[in-house]
Nanobody
């Protein structure tokens, strides 16, 4: 089973950018559908973006359309989330997840990282 570790979170001003990474170790990163989710204080975890095994299919939440970009490098066993034009409402803990199905539902993902905090100040 693959193990996941996020990095790249931090504090940024509104309008700024951050790039999150999710390093995978273990077996067969390229065999997993991957996604980013986030959870803000007092709110449920929500889907951000997802990417298919080969990167050919991408799904995203309307709230991040045109601002966030998911990508993956199967040779480096790494998933990325480029976040531009950040807003205070993007403040959350961001998680990467691996599963057998490309889905917007967190219950469809079997493996989760520990999360990385993103804080956007106004």
């Amino acid at each position: 089973q693959v193990q996941l570790a996020e990095s790249g979170g931090g504090l940024v001003q509104a309008g700024g950018s951050l790039r999150l990474s999710c390093a995978a170790s273990g077996r067969s990163f390229s065999s997993y559908e991957m996604a980013w989710f986030r959870q803000a204080p007092g709110k449920e975890r929500e889907f951000v973006e997802g990417i298919s095994r080969t990167g050919g299919i991408i799904t995203y939440a309307d709230s991040v359309k045109g601002r966030f970009t998911i990508s993956r490098d199967n040779a480096k066993n790494t998933l990325y989330l480029q976040m531009n034009s950040l807003k205070p409402e993007d403040t959350a803990v961001y998680y990467c997840a691996a599963g057998a199905v490309l889905s917007k539902r967190d219950e469809d993902y079997d493996v989760w990282g520990q999360g990385t905090q993103v804080t956007v100040s106004s």
